[in-house]
Every structure is written in structure tokens, then in C-alpha cells.
């Protein structure tokens, strides 16, 4: 966020609400989680994946001090799905974390991002529980640039939960 606060870029993608009453928040349709895992992987052969079919793997989790929500979201799945998650290591963005999987250094909990592909790697969604997350697109307030503002009308707004709108709508 200090990027776009500095200037350096127009528009940020981000899974966590920063306060902030010079920027300007939109909620973006929620992404299914899948699970990243190494191609012969023994649960690779599945369609779709039960979370706690994986409760034995080493998983790659998101780096706790940089998304801290997302790690969260995911170490709650994880113990809701009956377990405490054995991490393997952590990755500071879904790249690093396929990386990982494609070396086979665990499994990874990511966002199903359509253009995120790696060979070595099968991504299987998850059957229970559908996990979710949601995504932010901000911007500055006071100064955006008119490529900026036909790419923020270019996508469409979710719909938002009640508690999240009156946040929203309080900013």
C-alpha cells in the first residue's frame, strides 16, 4: 500500500481492508481456493480435494507478516477441517508458492488464478470446505490517471456482505 501511497502505481490488489481516507476501495468477486499440488502427488489423482485429506502433508503457507489474512483464512480451514497444519515453509505471493509445490516442498493453499500455471503442478479444488477469499482493488482518491480509472470501470463490483458494505460505505 505505501506504493500507492507514494505514487509509484495508480491501483493496488490487495486481500485485506487498509484504512486509509485518501484511497478508495472496491470489493472484487471472491476466488475459489484450491490446493497446489506437485503432479505426482498421491491426491493429484482427485478432482476435487477434502481438506482434511491433506491434514498429513507439509503445506506452503502464505507469509504470515505480509498477508496476514490470508494466512489466517487458511490456518482456520485448516483446524476447522480437523488440524493444525504442518508448515513447510512460507511464500510472499501465489508464484513463490507454486514454485514450491512444483518442487515438491508441500502443498499450497492459493487463490485459483486462472493464469497462474506451472507443469509440475495440478490444482484441485477444495470440496470441503469451499473456502473463498475476497479481494480489494484500490486507488487514490484525489489523483487517477484516466487509464486507471477505464481499468477500475472495467470490473464489475461484487456483491457485498452486509457487515463489509457498512465498512465500506463508512469510509
Known amino acids: 500500500m505505501e506504493k500507492l501511497r507514494t505514487f509509484a502505481i495508480d491501483i493496488a490488489c490487495t486481500e485485506e481492508i ?3 481516507e485518501s484511497q478508495e476501495t472496491r470489493p472484487l468477486k471472491p476466488l475459489p481456493v484450491v490446493l497446489g499440488l506437485y503432479k505426482k502427488h498421491p491426491l493429484a489423482k ?3 480435494v477434502r481438506l482434511q ?3 498429513k502433508e507439509h503445506f506452503i503457507l502464505p507469509t504470515p507478516f505480509r498477508v496476514w489474512a490470508v494466512h489466517e483464512a487458511f490456518v482456520h480451514a485448516c483446524e476447522q477441517a480437523g488440524f493444525k497444519p504442518d508448515c513447510a515453509g512460507y511464500a510472499a505471493n501465489a508464484p513463490a508458492a507454486v514454485g514450491m509445490a512444483a518442487a515438491n516442498v508441500g502443498v499450497a493453499l492459493l487463490h485459483e488464478l486462472p493464469l497462474l500455471r506451472c507443469p509440475e503442478v495440478v490444482f484441485r479444488r477444495l470440496s470441503e470446505p469451499s ?3 475476497r479481494m480489494y482493488l484500490v486507488w487514490r482518491k484525489d489523483q487517477v490517471s484516466l487509464t486507471a480509472k477505464n481499468f477500475i470501470n472495467l ?5 457485498v456482505p452486509r457487515r463489509e458494505k457498512a465498512y465500506l460505505d463508512a469510509r
Open 53 to 55: 485429506m491433506a491434514a
Open 155 to 159: 470490473v464489475p463490483q461484487a456483491t
Open 46 to 48: 482427485h478432482k476435487t
Open 18 to 20: 487498509y484504512p486509509d
Open 131 to 133: 473456502l473463498k477469499l
